[in-house]
């Protein structure tokens, strides 16, 4: 076992190495303006929660005019209003300027979503997915698209997930030979990697009678399962707030002990690092792999966890005890842990770390090496739109990467949207200390 402090001293080598391969961020003026606007947001709440609102309205407004409106009158409840936006309010008082206002605030919204958001359809974002292979990042596929209400809703989501299943095999069966991204100590990994949400593939899925979203979910996920192992794809199931979590995971285990997907696909679920009993569900998985038989080891994903602010809002009006870390240090610390344990349960399951943190990526490097792993038994996976850079980074290192890439409209995407400028906005985030110009060290110091 290796001390401590030659850990860390690993750990903050690794970090130089991350930081130094990262691209100057001179080299992306058009992402330095929404940053310029994220850090204004992250400093007032005020703004910050005129931007979220104006987001969240802007699928719905039938005019530019309309769209100014609504910006003037979210804005006019911040009390300091930075230079450029009080400008920009004063033109709204004729009809030309609310034209032109309103355009320009439709075309950053837009502009930002794609910042996030790859394509409106798997089809149209091939290219952006082969672009990625040709730089040495693999991508998972997720088709925007939250809870549905109506079984109409969840068979047209199945079906939207059918239908990229087959345009991510048809269009990845051209891309060029990539062995770093295409196989690992524990066999083959397949190109096309697809992420599926349960609570989109019914509306059942409620706590107080979870058997039965479970039931309506899986004779949408079955043959989901099947199309994905006759095309040689990997389906990933997502985890969602936490009062569907139990469901969800019982979903996932009761369809892939079923004989028939014994041998395949190659499947996986998300660990929230966020969740104060993940530890306990990390051992009910490990549990599970150990008991299942399955040819194919599952992939854990874990995450830190985007359902923070649902989490603690429901459990505060309801009286709960909030289930989730409120110092992002303890979470920080908890997903380190995590991640240990995962690896050493190397055989059982697959790791996949995701995170922006380079303090949790250069730990989860690191913390391989020490057990005796070789890089290519650790997949780190990034988010399209938020680490790209760092995602480069670690691919240019020689690192196995994927990148997680939201696909679909914005109208579903806003929910999705929001909690992506949430991360990037909240004052505590790693993202946050980065933008304003932290230390390295201070970024890469134990939580």
Same mark, same amino acid.
């Given at each position: ?112 979503? $794609? ?247 250069? $730990? ?84």
């Amino acid at each position: 076992m290796i001390p401590d402090r030659h850990l860390e001293a690993e750990i903050h080598a690794v970090g130089h190495e991350i930081a130094a391969a990262m691209p100057s961020r001179a080299r992306h003026p058009i992402r330095a303006l929404d940053e310029r606007a994220m850090e204004l947001a992250s400093r007032d709440e005020e703004l910050r929660a005129a931007l979220f609102r104006l987001v969240d309205v802007t699928p719905a407004c039938r005019s530019t005019e309309e769209l100014a409106s609504h910006l003037t009158g979210y804005l006019s409840t911040v009390s300091e209003r930075p230079a450029p936006i009080e400008a920009a309010m004063r033109t709204a008082h004729t009809r030309a300027g609310a034209r032109a206002l309103g355009a320009a605030a439709a075309a950053g919204v837009r502009h930002m979503a $794609h910042r996030f958001i790859v394509a409106e359809t798997p089809e149209k974002a091939v290219a952006v997915f082969a672009g990625l292979w040709r730089d040495g990042i693999a991508s998972s596929v997720d088709l925007l698209g939250e809870a549905t209400v109506t079984h109409d809703e969840a068979d047209r989501y199945a079906e939207r997930c059918a239908a990229a299943l087959d345009a991510l095999t048809k269009g990845a069966a051209s891309w060029p030979e990539r062995p770093r991204l295409e196989r690992d100590p524990l066999g083959p990994l397949p190109r096309a990697n697809l992420s599926v949400k349960a609570s989109a593939l019914t509306p059942l899925m409620h706590p107080d009678a979870p058997e039965v979203g479970e039931e309506d979910a899986a004779r949408r996920l079955r043959p989901l399962l099947r199309r994905a192992r006759e095309a040689n794809a990997h389906l990933h199931v997502d985890m969602e707030s936490l009062d569907t979590l139990d469901a969800t995971s019982d979903l996932v285990f009761d369809l892939l002990a079923e004989p028939e997907f014994r041998t395949g696909p190659s499947t996986g679920v998300v660990l929230q690092a966020y969740l104060r009993e993940s530890p306990e569900r990390l051992e009910r998985i490990l549990e599970w792999a150990a008991a299942g038989g399955r040819e194919s080891p599952i992939t854990v994903r874990l995450v830190k966890g985007a359902y923070w602010d649902h989490e603690v809002v429901e459990a505060r009006a309801h009286g709960w005890p909030t289930p989730v870390f409120e110092d992002r240090a303890e979470c920080d610390r908890n997903f380190e842990a995590l991640t240990d344990r995962l690896l050493e349960a190397r055989g059982l399951v697959r790791t996949a770390v995701a995170s922006h943190n380079m303090r949790s990526v250069a $730990h989860a490097i690191v913390a391989n090496r020490a057990q005796g792993g070789g890089d290519g038994d650790l997949e780190l996976q990034v988010l399209r739109g938020l680490g790209d850079d760092l995602g480069h980074a670690l691919a240019a290192l020689g690192l196995r990467v994927r990148a997680y890439c939201p696909v679909g409209d914005l109208v579903s995407g806003m929910a999705y949207l929001v909690r992506r400028l949430l991360e990037n906005t909240a004052n505590d985030s790693f993202l946050a200390d980065r933008a304003s110009g932290a230390a390295l060290e201070k970024l890469l110091a134990a939580p």
